[in-house]
């Protein structure tokens, strides 16, 4: 078994690693990609950005002005020439795709656009990969949704069981898994077809729901309570039962980049991981809300409502054993922690504006990096 990367001095050896590297990030402009970036500044990186617009308005990546910190291209992933442009140019070491159509009821609406962005988009990057000489090691960043989910009680999926993803968003991240895997087979496995063989190690990491400050997107359980806080109107609750794996954004960030910096001093460890909490921090949606009336307070108030919509899965758990007994890791911050967090980050933004939210955004980077040593 190769050796263990989570550990002491893990903070220093990320720094290390990423300190004057290029790493290309696709959907900078997203929630996850905003957070993403700002963590690699930390650690000395050189950060370039491929995405389209930030997707929401206000966006975390405008609030805490990623865009004048790093080199960011503004195209679409589904456009082949330029993303090479963009590779051509920047010449990454390290690339991590995030860019994605993420949302499950969007999915429903578009799901063409979907699937063209999500499974076409994948195939996209890694033929840039594949082509520019300079990549080193490539993450894709997939979701817990990828697996065909009997949600049965007590059950954490493990990344070997069957990927069938029932919506269509769900599904398409179920296909650039599979795309993604026959890449690293075909083209960068030592002996494969082409220059890129033994090049690049490749890895999928399927992540369980994220929560932290700055998420603005719609149809989401932890921004729709900002929302309603600020506004002081009523939370409604769609479904309350629902059971999800939810941790701070930090949490799967940390653990894609100590992978990427893993693989690439030993290819053994590429592979696909879940990257999830335990199963203590596997609440629910009810769960989440009132742990955000904890947080919130003044007067904070909610009720359940259920509303008839698409299919949403009622019951969804990961094992995350793989990445404890492969790469030493373990969760940081619990879900309650994550949510903490997530009211701090939001109310300096609705006190301090934008200024007290890049500071709080600095601040929970750090102290999280603290907590690695």
């Known amino acids: 078994m190769p050796p263990k990367l989570v550990g002491t001095g893990l903070r220093d050896r990320l720094s290390s690693f990423f300190g004057g590297r290029g790493v290309l990030v696709t959907g900078s402009t997203g929630f996850k990609g905003s957070w993403l970036c700002r963590t690699l500044l930390h650690l000395g990186a050189k950060v370039s950005g491929y995405?389209?617009?930030?997707?929401?308005?206000?966006?975390?990546?405008?609030?805490?002005?990623?865009?004048?910190?790093m080199d960011q291209t503004v195209a679409d992933v589904r456009d082949l020439d330029a993303l090479r442009r963009c590779f051509?140019?920047?010449?990454?070491?390290?690339?991590?795709?995030?860019?994605?159509?993420?949302?499950?009821?969007?999915?429903y609406q578009?799901?063409?656009?979907?699937?063209?962005?999500?499974?076409?988009?994948?195939?996209?990057?890694?033929?840039?990969?594949?082509?520019?000489?300079?990549?080193?090691?490539?993450?894709?960043?997939?979701?817990?949704?990828?697996?065909?989910?009997?949600?049965?009680?007590?059950?954490?999926y493990k990344e070997d069981d069957k990927?069938?993803?029932?919506?269509?968003?769900?599904?398409?991240?179920?296909?650039?898994?599979?795309?993604?895997?026959?890449?690293?087979?075909?083209?960068?496995?030592?002996?494969?077809?082409?220059?890129?063989?033994?090049?690049?190690?490749?890895?999928?990491?399927?992540?369980?729901?994220?929560?932290?400050?700055?998420?603005?997107?719609?149809?989401?359980i932890v921004?729709?309570?900002?929302?309603?806080a600020r506004s002081g109107t009523v939370m409604t609750i769609r479904n309350p039962s629902s059971v999800r794996p939810y941790q701070h954004v930090l949490e799967p960030l940390l653990l894609y980049l100590t992978l990427v910096m893993g693989q690439d001093e030993d290819a053994s460890l590429a592979g696909w991981y879940n990257v999830g909490p335990d199963d203590a921090d596997c609440v629910t949606t009810g769960q989440i809300v009132g742990m955000f009336a904890d947080?919130?307070?003044?007067?904070?108030?909610?009720?359940?409502?259920?509303?008839?919509?698409?299919?949403?899965?009622?019951l969804l758990r990961l094992d995350n054993s793989k990445a404890k007994d492969k790469l030493g890791w373990?969760?940081?911050?619990?879900?309650?922690?994550?949510?903490?967090?997530?009211?701090?980050?939001?109310?300096a933004w609705v006190v301090g504006g934008t200024a007290a939210a890049s500071d709080a955004m600095d601040k929970q980077i750090d102290d999280y990096l603290e907590e690695l040593i």
């Not at 995405?51 to 910190?69: C, K, R």
């Not at 947080?295 to 009622?314: K, L, N």
């Open 51 to 69: 995405a389209l617009e930030p997707p929401t308005n206000p966006s975390l990546f405008d609030l805490v002005g990623l865009g004048n910190q």
């Open 163 to 220: 990927l069938d993803g029932f919506d269509p968003y769900s599904n398409s991240k179920s296909c650039s898994e599979l795309v993604t895997h026959s890449y690293a087979r075909s083209f960068f496995a030592p002996g494969a077809l082409g220059a890129a063989a033994g090049r690049c190690a490749i890895s999928t990491a399927r992540a369980g729901n994220v929560i932290g400050g700055g998420d603005f997107a719609d149809n989401r």
């Open 330 to 347: 373990q969760p940081v911050w619990d879900v309650r922690e994550a949510v903490r967090r997530t009211v701090e980050w939001s109310r």
């Open 223 to 228: 921004p729709d309570c900002v929302r309603a």
């Open 295 to 314: 947080a919130w307070g003044d007067g904070f108030s909610f009720e359940e409502r259920r509303v008839d919509g698409p299919h949403e899965a009622g």
């Open 110 to 156: 578009r799901p063409r656009h979907t699937y063209e962005t999500n499974v076409m988009g994948t195939v996209n990057v890694l033929e840039c990969v594949r082509s520019c000489e300079s990549v080193r090691t490539f993450l894709n960043v997939t979701t817990d949704k990828v697996y065909e989910n009997l949600e049965r009680p007590g059950y954490g």
């Open 88 to 107: 051509e140019r920047t010449c990454p070491h390290a690339v991590l795709h995030l860019a994605a159509q993420p949302l499950v009821i969007d999915s």
